[in-house]
């Protein structure tokens, strides 16, 4: 059974850095594993994405300032983010998509991060 945990959120000021992990326990191979978000009035939108072959996506709001990283040993997937806008404030969401057996997706409970100005 997959289970996603999301940790690391918190309150930051503008141009700091956070690093949010995801335990992605039961994850034994996945189509997509991604980080989105959503800010309160706002509809929830994709951050970054990761493939199977390890191709990574991201919106362009946070390219050159998130990325993306799977740990396989230990079934984690993280966001770094740096440079921080109070902009990105937002509750930040794991997701998990496969094919196999058949098609799914699952989501964490949320990290909210709070960028002050």
């Known amino acids: 059974q997959v289970q996603l945990v999301e940790s690391g959120g918190g309150l930051v000021q503008s141009g700091g850095s956070l690093r949010l992990s995801c335990a992605t326990s039961g994850v034994i191979s996945f189509y997509r594993l991604g980080w989105y978000r959503q800010a309160p009035g706002h509809q929830r939108e994709e951050v970054a994405t990761i493939m199977s072959d390890s191709s990574t996506d991201y919106a362009d709001s946070v390219k050159g300032r998130f990325t993306i990283a799977r740990d396989n040993a230990k079934n984690a997937l993280y966001l770094q983010m740096n440079s921080l806008k109070p902009e990105d404030t937002a509750v930040y969401y794991c997701?998990?998509?496969?094919?196999?057996?058949?098609?799914?997706?699952?989501w964490g409970q949320g990290t909210q991060v709070t960028v002050q100005s």
């Open positions: 997701y998990y998509e496969s094919s196999i057996p058949s098609w799914r997706e699952i």
